[in-house]
């Protein structure tokens, strides 16, 4: 099939280089000229595992091709695809639709004959109607066409691997033609294929993502009870995984979530809610939840430093939203270290892949961005953990000893092995555990906390 995918961000770039992978001819369409060069020299905007060799492989084949301009792009295209971001509004919560609905415009100016417009970024119930309208309003008289809504349920990370591997593909669309052009584009996928109305294609997107949000948030306020009343949220979330019913995904509590997607996805299905005259209540517990789940976490750095960081060092490892990416949108690593700073903390960081973009938030104002892990650690007074890449869970424990001054770790995403880091002589500050200087021994009635501020 000819494809052309409007858009070359995490959704669109990913899109159109393993659609061109799967055999189709697919253009890729963007009006950012510098960003279309960058790709086509194998130089990716995003790091994504896997993503430069499929799109470099495929250029090669001459399956891909990348332009500025929609209206060649779109040329004797079966399905356009609208891979263009919908950023939270900051006032209101809801998504910022200009960009869809400028490009929908755009298309039906340049509808060639029969085309698919289906819609691939999130996008609030009822857009893809709006996008009809416009479409229709803008394509010359007579030209035919239809709408589908294909939600993508890509993690960052894995992107290249879940377009592969998916349970399911949801289809909204409202002809037969429709539903056929874009299922024969998965039909080869081992996955459900759901076939649905717009509206519920829609709002399966919102569901999934809000809900992954609920479990996440969920076990963050698990955490809180464990660690005060001696239990270990992992243990915890393992047991209760295991039940098929529950799933034992999205149950690691943390320093809460972020991302591009979960925090602005939360917030624009409440803002559907309360547009549709209704208060969803769970749904702002989990936004409040996620909110206060990093200061649960400061909480222990400044129960043990007391409120002022001067003079202090602190060696954060840590900074993208989640492990294996460079993407620091949202990231709560970011806004821990913002606020360690904020106490007047001098601030020692390392991440794998999160480095420049960090920098670029972050400046350089008591920051000194180090190159490895241990490094990082030389002569500080404590250690954050704050990203869950897996190379942090297998610090070398005498090593880090060796190099920090103090003798006190915060583990904000439980990586770490409870028993060896007390072992090796730590304070450990974990989420959701009795440790040595967790919250236990405070709700006990005890004093047992080992805290040692020196
Ligand atoms: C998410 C959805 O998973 C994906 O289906 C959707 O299309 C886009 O949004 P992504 O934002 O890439 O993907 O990351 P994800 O792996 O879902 O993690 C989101 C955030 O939740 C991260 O900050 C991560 O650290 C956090 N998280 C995740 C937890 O704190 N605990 C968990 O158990 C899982």
Not at 187 to 211: G, P, Q
Not at 216 to 221: H, L, V
Not at 378 to 391: F, I
Not at 440 to 447: A, C, D, I, L, T
């Given at each position: 099939m ?93 998504a ?48 035919h ?40 584009l ?48 992992s243990e ?76 202090k ?14 993407d ?44 490895g ?78 805290k040692?501020?020196?």
């Open positions: 000819k494809l052309c995918v409007v858009g070359t961000g995490y959704v669109g770039l990913v899109g159109a280089a393993v659609f061109a992978d799967w055999g189709n001819e697919v253009v890729g369409v963007d009006i950012d000229e510098e960003k279309i060069k960058k790709i086509q020299s194998g130089e990716m905007p995003i790091y994504e595992p896997g993503l430069a060799e499929i799109v470099l492989d495929n250029i090669d084949q001459g399956r891909l091709t990348f332009t500025t301009s929609l209206a060649k792009g779109m040329k004797d295209a079966d399905l356009v695809f609208i891979c263009v971001g919908t950023p939270q509004d900051d006032k209101t919560g809801a910022n639709l200009s960009a869809v609905l400028g490009v929908a415009a755009e298309i039906g100016g340049n509808l060639d004959g029969y085309k698919v417009v289906v819609t691939k970024s999130t996008v609030p119930v009822g857009t893809n109607e709006r996008v009809k309208q416009i479409v229709r309003e803008n394509a010359p008289k007579g030209a066409f239809d709408v589908a809504s294909n939600p993508e349920f890509l993690r960052e990370g894995s992107s290249v691997e879940d377009m592969n591997v998916t349970d399911r593909v949801v289809i909204g669309a409202e002809s037969e033609k429709a539903f056929e052009k874009v299922k024969s998965y039909d080869h996928l081992n996955a459900v294929i759901v076939e649905t109305d717009l509206r519920s294609a829609e709002m399966i997107k919102y569901a999934s993502n809000s809900f992954l949000a609920t479990k996440i948030s969920f076990i963050n306020e698990m955490a809180q009870i464990c660690e005060r009343a001696g239990a270990d949220v915890v979330a393992y047991g209760m995984g295991l039940d098929k019913r529950v799933g034992k995904y999205f149950l690691r509590a943390g320093i809460g979530y972020g991302g591009s997607c979960f925090p602005k996805d939360v917030a624009a299905l409440y803002k559907t809610s309360t547009d549709k005259a209704y208060d969803f209540k769970l749904l702002r517990s989990v936004m409040e939840v996620n909110e206060n789940q990093r200061h649960y976490f400061m909480d222990k750095v400044t129960d043990y430093f007391g409120m002022n960081l001067d003079g060092t602190i060696a954060c490892l840590g900074l993208a939203f989640k492990s294996n990416t460079d620091i949108r949202e990231s709560v690593s970011i806004k821990i270290v913002q606020a360690l700073r904020g106490l007047g903390a001098k601030i020692k960081a390392y991440d794998p892949k999160a480095m420049e973009n960090a920098q670029g938030v972050l400046g350089d104002f008591g920051i000194e961005y180090g190159e892990i241990y490094e990082v650690m030389k002569d500080a007074d404590g250690l954050c953990l704050l990203t869950e890449w897996s190379q942090f869970g297998e610090l070398d424990l005498e090593r880090v000893k060796q190099e920090m001054k103090g003798k006190v770790i915060f583990d904000g995403r439980n990586l770490l092995d409870k028993e060896a880091v007390e072992k090796a002589g730590f304070t450990y500050f974990a989420i959701g555990k009795r440790t040595n200087g967790g919250e236990y021994g405070r709700f006990e009635g005890g004093s047992a906390i080992l040692d501020a020196s």
